[in-house]
T-cell receptor
Framework: EADIYQTPRYLVIGTGKKITLECSQT?????MYWYQQDPGMELHLIHYSYGVNSTEKGDLSSESTVSRIRTEHFPLTLESARPSHTSQYLC???????????FGQGTRLTVV | AQKVTQAQTEISVVEKEDVTLDCVYE???????LFWYKQPPSGELVFLIRRNSFDEQNEISGRYSWNFQKSTSSFNFTITASQVVDSAVYFC???????????FGKGTRLHILP
């Protein structure tokens, strides 16, 4: 049973606003990820972290930033939202090693 | 380079039919892991199975079965006697010792018609 939570589930926001998407997990996992999912289903890794104070950019360039101050928390921030940021954002976590990741329910972001 | 290919973008079958979702992977590593995930309309990705590269035994879990063949670099997923609740997007994924990131295929959208 996965214990990873994302808030909000849905967000509609105006252009230029700053937003933070929250992601928390209670499994004590060291690795955490953010994926962006386009309407065509494909998942793109935009950020990941190996542990506290570790953040790396993923394969898809993103204007968002992340932080990892606590093991359980991996928020994603957009300083100035634009319509091109409209997408579904999925957070995941996994144990150290080559193991499966567990996903949150996602945040569906719409920038108008 | 590592890659996961799911050639079937979308499949529709009538309820109770069997359906196989194809997954072909590429990796230079000898040690790697393969996964299948299900994404129902609610949006969350649900982990279904993990296989490591040293275990080619097929796996069966209820109506679900997985066929792993290293010779063809394939890890196919079969749903037997499909049900409407099986309608979802299914992703195949790969992680290897050389790379610490999970690589996903583009997904297959499965429609089970009543």
């Amino acid at each position: 049973e996965a214990d990873i939570y994302q808030t909000p589930r849905y967000l509609v926001i105006g252009t230029g606003k700053k937003i933070t998407l929250e992601c928390s997990q209670t499994m004590g996992h060291d690795k955490m990820y953010w994926y962006q999912q386009d309407p065509g289903m494909e998942l793109h890794l935009i950020h990941y972290s190996y542990g506290v104070n570790s953040t790396e950019k993923g394969d898809l360039s993103s204007e968002s930033t992340v932080s990892r101050i606590r093991t359980e928390h991996f928020p994603l921030t957009l300083e100035s939202a634009r319509p091109s940021h409209t997408s579904q954002y999925l957070c995941a976590s996994s144990r150290t090693g080559r193991t499966e990741a567990f996903f949150g329910q996602g945040t569906r972001l719409t920038v108008v | 380079a590592q890659k996961v290919t799911q050639a079937q973008t979308e499949i529709s079958v009538v309820e109770k039919e069997d359906v196989t979702l194809d997954c072909v992977y590429e990796t230079r590593d000898t040690t790697y892991y393969l996964f299948w995930y299900k994404q129902p309309p609610s949006g969350e990705l649900v982990f279904l199975i993990r296989r490591n590269s040293f275990d080619e035994q097929n796996e069966i879990s209820g109506r679900y079965s997985w066929n792993f063949q290293k010779s063809t670099s394939s890890f196919n997923f079969t749903i037997t006697a499909s049900q409407v609740v099986d309608s979802a997007v299914y992703f195949c994924a790969l992680i290897s010792n050389r790379d610490d990131k999970i690589i996903f295929g583009k997904g297959t959208r499965l429609h089970i018609l009543p």
